[in-house]
């Protein structure tokens, strides 16, 4: 009930390309699910997050898209770039768990 | 510069030994959270403080303890040191419960 299950574990897509990372949860008390961005020797960034009250967020080139019946999220990034390139971690919150549970991790390489 | 301090960025000790991680939130976070990162398992959710008080706990194991301080730092304080125990340690704040986490840089500890 407390996992977040990510996928894949890593990603190589060509520059301008539109990777999607998919995010799954058990637990129906999770409201809160941010998506960060960690480069190598940083910590993670809060890159964009969503509620479940709405099934698509858009923030620049980044996408949330939101299915609470599937209890499921995904991030896309139009246009990629090879700046892009970094560890993405989708993490949920909400009920009794207050703080942060994070999936594991999808290394994104985009090539230029 | 996420506004989230934390020293030493960089701690090398040997087995048995013990180390503190220090942590200074952003201004105005009431919430310190300390996780852990390791290869193979991602962030893992150690301990949470609220204005000076445990607020939550994850996988910590009793070697380890925290605490926040009136001026709402925080220390984790790690002992009995493993090699398993080498990870990079990071430290977030939020203003509230869970959302917005600020991460700080981190602190890589390495057990020789």
């Known amino acids: 009930q407390q996992q977040v299950k990510q996928s894949p574990q890593s990603l190589i897509v060509q520059k301008g390309g539109i990777p999607i990372i998919n995010c799954a949860y058990e637990n129906t008390a999770f409201d809160y699910f941010p998506w960060y961005q960690q480069f190598p020797g940083k910590g993670p960034a809060l890159l964009i997050a969503i509620r479940p009250d709405v099934s698509e967020k858009k923030e620049g080139r980044f996408t949330i898209s939101f299915n609470k019946s599937a209890k499921q999220f995904s991030l896309h990034i139009m246009d990629s770039q090879p700046g892009d390139s970094a560890t993405y971690f989708c993490?949920?919150?909400?009920?009794?768990?207050?703080?942060?549970?994070f999936g594991k991790g999808t290394k994104l390489s985009v090539k230029p | 510069d996420s506004g989230v301090t934390q020293t030493p960025k960089h701690l090398i000790t040997a087995t048995g030994q013990r180390v503190t991680l220090r942590c200074s939130p952003r201004s105005g976070d009431l919430s310190v959270y300390w996780y852990q990162q390791s290869l193979d398992q991602g962030l893992q959710f150690l301990i949470q403080?609220?204005?000076?008080?445990?607020?939550a706990k994850g996988n910590i194991l009793e070697r380890f303890s925290a605490q926040q301080f009136p001026d709402l730092h925080s220390e984790l304080n790690l002992s009995s040191l493993e090699l398993g125990d080498s990870a990079l340690y990071f430290c977030?704040?939020?203003?509230?419960?869970?959302?917005?986490?600020?991460f700080g840089s981190g602190t890589r500890l390495t057990v020789v």
């Open positions: 403080y609220y204005n000076g008080e445990e607020r």
């Open positions: 993490a949920a919150s909400g009920g009794s768990q207050g703080n942060l549970i």
């Open positions: 977030a704040s939020s203003v509230g419960q869970a959302l917005g986490y600020t």
